[in-house]
């Protein structure tokens, strides 16, 4: 009995001894850093923010969320030394109208004042026949909101298709070239540039950029995006 004693009380040491040891902080190379809540809510806060809203172009549309337009943005940004995070408020289908009733409800939404904005709309309203005066109202709207909150704001543009006619083409081409000019923001001229009309970074409805495409239209616009983040210190 004694001895059974004995070899509970040696068991009990060790058990004592390795559940102290479990408590210790780890120590040396392996030791794996402890990452608070707060940490992580200031390294967000040091990421510059910046906002694209804008329709499917944006959005991503027939690709996947990890080779959308805003997605490919941030990762070359960052890959050139950006501190940013690029947030996708995209919404395929939308129109200059459409964006004008949320952009309000998307600002309030966010979890701090953006540092850069990007308005990329109204290609749908190009191919949907719209008046492009309207177009045009709609978007000095949303720019006078901007404006208004005193959000730094970069445009891309778009080009009428070929389809819709001289007339339509020159009052719509002229949109973004004058708000431009009027609101003194930067202007990216056509999104789809250097990749509208090839196969091979184009998608099957010849209307949206592939993974492929996504990639050269986001390394074209970065250099714009990288100057209007440096300019908004």
Not at 54 to 59: I, K, N, R, T, W
Not at 61 to 80: M, T, W
Not at 107 to 130: A, E, Y
Not at 187 to 192: A, E, G, I, S, V
């Amino acid at each position: 009995m004694a001895r059974r004693w004995l070899s509970y009380a040696i068991c009990a040491l060790i058990v004592q001894s390795l559940a102290a040891c479990s408590e210790e902080p780890p120590v040396g190379n392996n030791a794996a850093p402890v990452v608070t809540e707060q940490e992580n809510e200031a390294s967000a806060m040091d990421r510059k923010l910046v906002v694209a809203f804008g329709d499917s172009l944006y959005a991503g549309y027939g690709v996947a969320q990890d080779e959308s337009f805003p997605h490919e943005l941030e990762r070359i940004l960052r890959a050139q030394g950006h501190a940013v995070e690029v947030r996708n408020a995209g919404v395929s289908g939308e129109t200059t109208q459409g964006g004008l009733e949320r952009l309000a409800f998307t600002l309030d939404g966010l979890p701090r004042k953006p540092d850069l904005v990007l308005l990329g709309l109204g290609g749908n309203d190009m191919l949907r026949g719209l008046d492009p005066e309207q177009s045009e109202k709609n978007l000095r709207a949303m720019l006078d909101i901007l404006k208004a909150r005193e959000l730094p704001v970069m445009l891309t543009g778009m080009l009428a298709a070929p389809n819709m006619g001289k007339d339509y083409g020159r009052r719509f081409n002229a949109i973004y070239s004058e708000l431009a000019a009027d609101y003194g923001v930067p202007l990216y001229p056509f999104f789809l540039e250097g990749v509208i009309g090839n196969r091979k970074f184009m998608q099957s409805d010849s209307l949206h950029p592939n993974a492929l495409g996504i990639d050269i239209v986001a390394e074209k616009i970065a250099p714009l995006v990288s100057r209007s983040l440096t300019a908004a210190r």
